[in-house]
């Protein structure tokens, strides 16, 4: 157990809401990161922090944006949410290089 | 840009069956490489990770090797069991703050 937990695990949202999903880690480990799964497209880093109030873009980072306030705490906003937006959301971090995985937020934007 | 593949995307063996999972990437330059699981509707389980300074590494029945030079990391899976069915995703890493890059994986069945 990495000890990361993922809040909410499920939501259903409509276009044009602002959603925000919360990423908390136990470890107070420095490197943090948001990523989105999708059928044909796998696993994409959207965001990523190296400390409090450090953070960069990834690969999907259009329509998102990132907070971290505290070293255990790492927020995703969907400032707009999309249809596109529509998929399961899984936070990360790596403690050593290893990254492990929180158990996801499925979001389904209507 | 990094870009990792996984083949075949699907495979189905009998049990008991030894096997062997691909992955290739475009970018040699990587700092390490990971092995995941994936059960469905799940979270990822990390395997296997693997430093560019190592060739392989061992965890129980299973075995990943690494190749930078010619871009490929193998994931072996000795003596399968109907358990051991699920998505395996490999992905490189830039090292530091880094991301990762995922391949699509390889969605595998065990047959009892």
């Known amino acids: 157990d990495a000890g990361i937990t993922q809040s909410p695990r499920h939501k259903v949202t409509e276009t044009g809401t602002p959603v925000t999903l919360r990423c908390h880690q136990t470890?107070?480990?420095?490197?943090m990161y948001w990523y989105r799964q999708d059928p044909g497209h796998g696993l994409r880093l959207i965001h990523y922090?190296?400390?409090?109030?450090?953070?960069d873009k990834g690969e999907v980072s259009d329509g998102y944006s990132v907070s971290r306030s505290k070293t255990e705490d790492f927020l995703l906003t969907l400032e707009s949410a999309t249809s596109s937006q529509t998929s399961v959301y899984f936070c990360?971090?790596?403690?050593?290089?290893?990254?492990?995985f929180g158990p996801g937020t499925r979001l389904t934007v209507l | 840009k990094q870009e990792v593949t996984q083949i075949p995307a699907a495979l189905s063996v009998p049990e008991g069956e030894n096997l062997v999972l691909n992955c290739s990437f475009t970018?040699?330059?990587?700092?390490?490489l990971q092995w995941f699981r994936q059960d469905p509707g799940k979270g990822l389980t990390s395997l296997l990770l693997?430093?560019?300074?190592?060739r392989e590494q061992t965890s129980g029945r299973l075995n990943a090797s690494l190749d930078k030079s010619s871009g490929r990391s193998t994931l072996y899976i000795a003596a399968s069991q109907p358990g051991d069915s699920a998505t395996y995703l490999c992905a490189s890493g830039g090292g530091g703050a880094d991301g990762l890059t995922f391949g699509k994986g390889t969605h595998l069945i065990i047959q009892p």
């Open positions: 970018d040699s330059a990587i700092y390490n």
């Open positions: 922090s190296y400390g409090v109030k450090d953070t």
């Open positions: 470890e107070n480990h420095r490197y």
């Open positions: 693997i430093q560019s300074s190592q």
């Open positions: 990360a971090i790596s403690p050593q290089n290893e990254q492990f």
